[in-house]
Structures are given as structure tokens and as C-alpha cells.
């Protein structure tokens, strides 16, 4: 679909600061600075590749952005609402609304006992999703080559299978924007090429995603790529 005029994620002069070893009073603690007035506008239906080093700020940046927590400074905003302002009551319940989908680790995500078409439609019951739920969790699993896999339970996949079934069920619903961190970093060449061609085909379809990622495969099918370097960008 391509991207519109509507932003779905806003940063201006976005800070975070965090002290390490204590409790931020005299004397006591380090400052770390994870991010340094970013600047950044995305558009929505669009694919934004987070590049950079480890250590640069991408699962920062994106901790902020899907509410789990709060820049020190600067404005934000997601789905038009002013995150750096939440508290953590509002920031769970903007969570909950599917303003955001995060992208964790298969094993924070996925029941082991169900199987991988069961686990995507538990994620799309959960999200409030009507209509018949199964047939977009096949099309979603077909799509990431994992149709032979969909009455397998989780618990005898593979970790790189586990991750593109983690990133069906994240990716069924409508929520305004799709985060992930690294979510090739366990596959192989072959299956890192499936999910940046799934990311790719969620994006024409018209869902807005924000990957941190090392990988070249995504950033090839990205339409934006953006670079840290010690907490600023740096492109």
C-alpha cells in the first residue's frame, strides 16, 4: 500500500537516561545515556529498519515506543497519543487498546503446548479480532513457509521456527504499529530471508513496522533505514 501522509510514531529531541549501581542521588550510581535527542518521524505503512551496533540504543528506542517505559526527555508520540506522558497505569492500557504489538522472544510469547496455527489464533482472540480468525492465521502462516508446521505443537519446533510462529501471532490483528528486536537473530540465512519477506508482505498489506535489526536481509526490503551510534542517529 505504501506510505501515507498519516505518522504513526513521532520523536523529537528523545532522551533516556538510566543510573547503574544506584539510586541516582550524590555520589552513588552512573549515568548512562542509552539515547540522545532522536528525532524521527514514521509514516504509517511503512517498513523502518533500527540499524546500528549493539549497545547503539535500538531495543531502547523501542522499549519506548511500544510504552514499556519513558524517556527522561523529548516528545513522543504513538498513534497520535502522547506516550511520554503516560504513567504506567496508561501506559498498560495503551497497550492493551493494540496500539502497538511487540515482538518478544518465542518463549515469552508462545503457549509450547498449543500448536502454531492454535497459538495464532489465541493471538488474535486476544487482540478482539472478528471474522474467521483460523483462515488469516493460515494465510499468515502459509505466507512465512510454516503451513506444515501449523498442527505442530511449539514444543517440538525448532528456536527459528518457535520465532517466525512468535512473529505470525504478532502480526495478526490491527494494531497501529508492529515492533520487533531482532527477530532473525536465531535463523538461518534461508528462514532470515522468509520472515523479511513476511515483514515485507505484512507492510503491502498495510501494517506499519519497526524492526531493530543486524540483518542486511531486512534492511533490503526496508522502505526507511535508520542508524544509531551511541544513543544518536546518525542517518
Known amino acids: 500500500m505504501g506510505r501515507s501522509d498519516q505518522l504513526v510514531v513521532e520523536c523529537s529531541g528523545v532522551t533516556r537516561r538510566y543510573v547503574i549501581g544506584g539510586r541516582g542521588s550524590a555520589g552513588s550510581g552512573s549515568e548512562v545515556l542509552a539515547l540522545q535527542d532522536v528525532d524521527l518521524e514514521v509514516p504509517a505503512g511503512l ?38 506522558t503516560l504513567g504506567r497505569r496508561e501506559r498498560r492500557a495503551f497497550r492493551r487498546r493494540r496500539a502497538v504489538s511487540m515482538l518478544p522472544l518465542p518463549a515469552d510469547n508462545l503457549l509450547l503446548d498449543l500448536t502454531g496455527r492454535e497459538n495464532v489464533v489465541a493471538a488474535g482472540h486476544h487482540r478482539g479480532l472478528l471474522g474467521d480468525v483460523r483462515s488469516r492465521a493460515d494465510e499468515l502462516l502459509a ?88 544513543g544518536r542517529r546518525v542517518l
Open 47 to 84: 517498513l523502518l529498519a533500527l540499524a546500528g551496533p549493539s549497545g547503539s540504543g535500538k531495543s531502547t528506542l523501542l522499549a519506548l515506543l511500544g510504552a514499556l517505559d519513558r524517556p527522561t526527555s523529548g516528545a513522543l508520540r504513538v498513534d497520535g497519543v502522547d506516550v511520554a
Open 143 to 230: 505466507e512465512m513457509e510454516l503451513d506444515a508446521f501449523a498442527d505442530r505443537p511449539c514444543a517440538l519446533m525448532s528456536g527459528g521456527e518457535q520465532q517466525r510462529i512468535a512473529l505470525a501471532a504478532s502480526l495478526i490483528g490491527s494494531s497501529a504499529v508492529v515492533l520487533a528486536d531482532e527477530p532473525t537473530g536465531a535463523l538461518d540465512r534461508a528462514g532470515a530471508a522468509t520472515v523479511a519477506a513476511a515483514l515485507r508482505g505484512a507492510v503491502e498489506r498495510g501494517a506499519s513496522i519497526v524492526v531493530a535489526t543486524h540483518d542486511p536481509n531486512i534492511e533490503a526490503v526496508a522502505d526507511m533505514v535508520v542508524r544509531l551510534d551511541h
